[in-house]
């Protein structure tokens, strides 16, 4: 779709990019990482009335944030919130949905599981220090 798509140098690129997902077992890893990740935030609902839901696949995560669970009106500001705080614990996130109230987690293939237990701790940390 532009003058410079499919070159050879492109081509190699994304060959040397398929081997080394391939060679490193990123797939697998996304897969195991991602459901300990989205098992170890479920039961974190317990302790924060805003969140309302755990969703995903691999290791694109959404957690929904709500003013109350009874009416799910969307909390975008409490959002945000999360999303500021978990960026000063040197997470990126970021906001999505149709009313930008979940909060995004969407990180690189190479996110191990030391990373999700470091974002586990933060998460935790940032729901120490919410007020609700």
Same mark, same amino acid.
């Given at each position: 779709?532009?003058?410079?798509?499919?070159?050879?140098?492109?081509?190699?690129?994304?060959?040397?990019?398929?081997?080394?997902?391939?060679?490193?077992?990123?797939?697998?890893?996304?897969?195991?990482? &991602?459901?300990? !990740?989205?098992?170890? +935030?479920?039961?974190?609902? %317990? =302790?924060?009335?805003?969140?309302? @839901? #755990?969703? &995903?696949?691999? !290791?694109?995560?959404? +957690?929904?944030?709500?003013? %109350? =669970?009874?009416?799910?009106?969307? @909390? #975008?500001? &409490?959002?945000?919130?999360?999303?500021?705080?978990?960026?000063?614990?040197?997470?990126?996130?970021?906001?999505?949905?149709?009313?930008?109230?979940?909060?995004?987690?969407?990180?690189?293939?190479?996110?191990?599981?030391?990373?999700?237990?470091?974002?586990?701790?933060?998460?935790?940390?940032?729901?120490?220090?919410?007020?609700?």
């Amino acid at each position: 779709f532009n003058t410079f798509a499919s070159t050879p140098a492109q081509a190699a690129a994304g060959n040397a990019v398929l081997d080394v997902i391939e060679s490193e077992q990123l797939l697998a890893s996304v897969t195991q990482v &991602g459901n300990w !990740l989205r098992a170890a +935030l479920m039961p974190l609902m %317990d =302790r924060c009335e805003p969140m309302a @839901d #755990v969703r &995903g696949d691999g !290791l694109f995560v959404s +957690l929904e944030w709500v003013k %109350d =669970r009874q009416s799910r009106e969307p @909390d #975008v500001s &409490g959002a945000r919130k999360v999303v500021d705080m978990l960026k000063a614990r040197g997470f990126l996130t970021s906001n999505a949905g149709a009313y930008s109230n979940n909060v995004k987690l969407r990180p690189p293939l190479v996110f191990a599981q030391q990373d999700a237990e470091a974002f586990i701790d933060a998460f935790q940390d940032v729901l120490d220090h919410l007020d609700h």
